[in-house]
């Protein structure tokens, strides 16, 4: 991946990373996102001339548009902030426009200065140009998202309903539906009455874990909104259940996650009679 990042004409197809296509096809509630990666240009690349400027969105769209993974990218080169960058290839992401947007959001970065968004409403597929750093921390979140997934969906029932329920089972019918499931009970909210020991479980274990136990949230969060390695997750999560939470909601379930899957196991060996 790395070799094929450096290279200025390569592209990157969804087939080659497995994991990837797992992670966003699962979450079927987002939207679909094309992401145009791109990289610095070199200062003798092209004429000024070819350069195209943010205000010529209309001619990127038309340039990009019908664009494959499996073949090569138009040439195409715009101006973001400083400096020039150069189209180097594409990846269709099934229900990636939510994680894309939620790590813009983390990050505070500008449409027209960190990248170009062609995304309309309510479209199932939507399109990005975005610089390259964006696009590696674009596959490190999604990434880290299907690892929090791959955790806990052995550990739920064999018909996919949460070990929690009992009287009235609560189906989890795919990925999205879990971290909302798991977050929702950790804060005291969701099926409580379908599932009523669960906040026991979740908030015990969420309270005597650290933010420093989960390196990746860690490096994501920690010295930034008030957090520090040593707070409990039960209390970063609290922290951040507030409106308009500048931490994207996506992360939160992953946080969430990393909880259940604690607590799944424990149910597992100990069932629910503790």
Same mark, same amino acid.
């Given at each position: 991946?790395?070799?094929? *990042?450096?290279?200025? $004409?390569?592209? @990157? ?30 200062? #003798?690349?092209?004429? =000024? ?14 340039? =990009? ?45 500008? #449409? ?14 939507? %399109?990005?140009?975005?610089?390259? $750093?964006?696009?590696?921390?674009? @596959? ?11 955790? *806990?969906?052995? @550990? ?13 089972? *609560? ?10 499931? +798991? ?32 390196? +990746? ?9 008030? %957090?520090?390695? #040593? ?8 922290? %951040? ?24 196991? @424990? ?8």
């Amino acid at each position: 991946l790395w070799d094929s *990042v450096a290279s200025f $004409d390569c592209r @990157l197809q969804l087939g080659k990373l497995p994991w990837l296509a797992t992670a966003m096809a699962a979450a079927e509630r987002s939207p679909d996102v094309v992401l145009c990666w791109m990289v610095r240009a070199p200062d #003798d690349a092209d004429p =000024v001339s070819e350069v195209l400027s943010v205000d010529q969105k209309s001619e990127m769209r038309e340039r =990009v548009a019908g664009i494959r993974d499996d073949a090569p990218p138009p040439r195409l080169f715009v101006t973001l902030g400083k400096d020039i960058w150069g189209l180097a290839g594409s990846l269709h992401c099934s229900c990636g426009l939510d994680i894309l947007r939620g790590l813009c959001q983390l990050e505070g970065l500008t #449409d027209g200065e960190d990248f170009l968004d062609f995304s309309s409403t309510g479209s199932r597929e939507n %399109l990005m140009l975005v610089k390259q $750093d964006l696009f590696l921390a674009f @596959l490190s979140r999604a990434w880290a998202r299907e690892k929090a997934f791959s955790a *806990v969906r052995p @550990l739920l029932n064999e018909d996919g309903t949460c070990p929690f329920s009992q009287a009235s089972p *609560v189906h989890l019918g795919f990925d999205e539906a879990i971290a909302v499931h +798991y977050l929702e009970l950790m804060l005291g909210r969701g099926t409580q009455d379908k599932c009523p020991l669960a906040m026991k479980y979740l908030q015990g274990i969420a309270r005597d874990m650290q933010l420093s136990q989960q390196p +990746y949230f860690r490096a994501v969060l920690e010295d930034r909104f008030g %957090l520090k390695a #040593d707070d409990s997750v039960l209390g970063v999560l609290q922290a %951040l259940d507030v409106p308009d939470s500048k931490v994207p909601r996506n992360i939160r379930e992953d946080l969430a996650l990393g909880v259940a899957v604690k607590a799944l196991e @424990l149910v597992q060996v100990m069932g629910l009679d503790l």
